[in-house]
């Protein structure tokens, strides 16, 4: 299934896509890193359709719309804080992957691009985090083929190795 998976070095907010995730906290109303990029790039309008939606609680997604990003849709998703991997983060982290998937399957979304979850500011180990997103996208493509391509954007080179090595793995 990794024939729908694609690795790119680069930046989210310049794809166009049907949808990219954003890489949230739980108010969805913006904040550093991945983040702040998205909510800058969209524009004010972003934040005020955030507002309207109630937060976010960790694992789970809301969508809204793109506004100035080329990609019509944002489906904002809250990683949760690496502590020791015992308090069910690996869990949570793979429920961001799963329910961001099963939103976009339901609103008819073909092409959606990942950041790497919770592997900044929320400190989770990042060769951890991403077998655990491929193990969850590849899962969700195996059951479901209404979704054409997953991205799997990475910021810095050292992410997109890390990414590349491990497929390559399989």
């Known amino acids: 299934m990794y024939s ?9 907010t310049e ?14 109303l913006g904040g550093g890193g991945v983040d702040g990029s998205i909510h800058h790039a969209a524009g004010l309008e972003l934040v005020q359709e955030c ?3 109630g937060g976010c ?5 809301k969508i809204t719309k ?3 990003l080329l990609a019509k849709h944002v489906i904002h998703t809250v990683g949760p804080v690496y502590k020791d991997g015992k308090q069910n983060e690996p869990e949570l982290l ?16 073909r092409t959606i691009a990942f950041p790497c979850i919770s592997t900044g500011a929320f400190g989770y180990p990042f060769e951890e985090a991403c077998r655990i997103a491929l193990d969850a996208v590849t899962a ?4 479901n083929q209404e979704i054409e391509q997953v991205i799997l ?3 810095r080179q050292s992410s997109y190795d890390c990414y590349t090595e491990i497929m390559a793995e399989a």
């Open 94 to 109: 793979a429920d961001c992957y799963r329910n961001s998937l099963e939103l976009a399957k339901k609103e008819g979304i």
């Open 57 to 61: 609680k960790t694992g789970q997604a």
């Open 51 to 53: 507002r309207t939606l």
């Open 4 to 12: 729908k998976i694609k690795i790119i070095l680069g930046d989210i």
């Open 153 to 155: 954007v990475c910021y």
């Open 140 to 143: 969700f493509l195996n059951e």
């Open 15 to 28: 794809l166009e896509v049907d949808c990219i995730v954003n890489a949230a906290n739980s108010s969805l």
């Open 66 to 68: 793109g506004y100035k």
